[in-house]
């Protein structure tokens, strides 16, 4: 029972920042629909909704929004220690572990969503686009991987329900 509260503490704590940090589930759903809409013929947004909503249910999901936001909005505010810091405000190249806590996300729903991530991450489509924009002032190091890493799983995630019982695919 507590266990529960706490969960959905969690998950409306990490919904709460995703809006706060300027993302909304449909900037989302709009990454699903770019990456899928090519192999499902009548795919709407409201699938697109359905399954990003889906995967913010997923306390590892949870998990890696708070941290990664948490870190963006402590570099945002130059409140880390060198040289974490600087490594953060500038989103450098060789960091990576901003992807390391993404790949936390891409897996959930099996490994189709990989290839999905490192797609949406080349192309950058939609928010993704914003989210990469230095010139705001904001930090984003971590949000644009873990936003491209929810899509790449709502597409996992899309895809296997369409071959099995949709209730079944978040067991
Ligand atoms: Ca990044």
Redesign the pocket.
């Known amino acids: 029972m507590e266990n529960n509260t706490r969960q959905s503490e969690l998950e409306i704590k990490a919904r709460q920042l995703l809006t706060e940090r300027g993302v909304e589930l449909d900037d989302i759903a709009e990454l699903v629909y770019y990456l899928q809409s090519k192999y499902h013929d009548d795919l709407t947004m409201d699938e697109c909704r359905h399954n990003v909503d889906r995967v913010l249910t997923k306390r590892e999901v949870q998990n890696a929004i708070l941290t990664g936001i948490q870190l963006d909005v402590m570099a945002e505010k130059k409140m880390l220690d060198q040289p974490l810091q600087k490594t953060i405000d500038t989103?450098e190249g060789l960091y990576g572990v901003?992807?390391i806590i993404a790949l936390s996300i891409v897996n959930v729903y099996g490994s189709i969503g990989f290839t999905n991530y490192g797609y949406i991450d080349k192309q950058k489509p939609g928010i993704l686009k914003k989210l990469n924009d230095k010139s705001s002032g904001e930090v984003?190091?971590?949000l644009?991987?873990i936003v491209g890493a929810i899509a790449a799983a709502a597409s996992s995630r899309l895809a296997h329900s369409e071959s099995a019982n949709e209730e079944s695919v978040d067991d």
């Open positions: 989103d901003d992807e984003h190091t971590f644009d991987d």
